[in-house]
């Protein structure tokens, strides 16, 4: 039996890499860059060294586990708060883009995101999601 089989039998039945894992990696060589950055300062040193240790730690963890289920359900949350963050971004961007035409604001009770024309003078808005009724200058 060759070096690759004996990997492969030795991961059978284990969760191994994925998506969560290279967050991690990813996090952990981030650390490593910021430790180097702060070396002259031993105490922040110190603790990014200790994060770095903690995330490598955890994702060999993680995919050596074999309890597949909790690492699956691990990987959607991951999923979910990627999705959400990539939504907020995206957000962000469609605002800076659309900022020369549009006026955004918040709703002062529900927090929810209202687009309206620039160069409009005073307004009344009506909360599209809860109905408040408030006026802005636009």
């Known amino acids: 039996m060759n070096f690759r089989q004996r990997i492969a039998q030795f ?46 730690g955890y994702c060999i963890f993680r995919m050596m586990s074999r309890n597949v289920l909790q690492r699956q359900q691990e990987n959607a949350k991951y999923y979910e708060k990627r999705q959400a963050v990539g939504r907020w971004l995206r957000s962000l961007r469609d605002r800076w883009q659309q900022r020369k035409e549009y006026k955004f604001f918040r709703c002062p009770s529900c927090h929810a995101l209202l687009r309206v024309p620039r160069g409009k003078g005073k307004l009344l808005l009506t909360c599209r999601k809860c109905g408040n009724r408030f006026e802005r200058k636009t």
């Not at 894992?21 to 060589?29: D, E, G, N, R, S």
């Not at 070396?39 to 110190?46: D, N, R, W």
């Open 11 to 56: 991961m059978y039945g284990r969760n191994g890499y994925d998506a969560f894992c290279q967050f991690l990696l990813l996090f952990a060589i981030f650390l490593i860059l910021l430790s180097w950055v702060f070396s002259g300062i031993p105490a922040l040193a110190m603790l990014m060294q200790v994060g770095e240790w903690a995330a490598l």
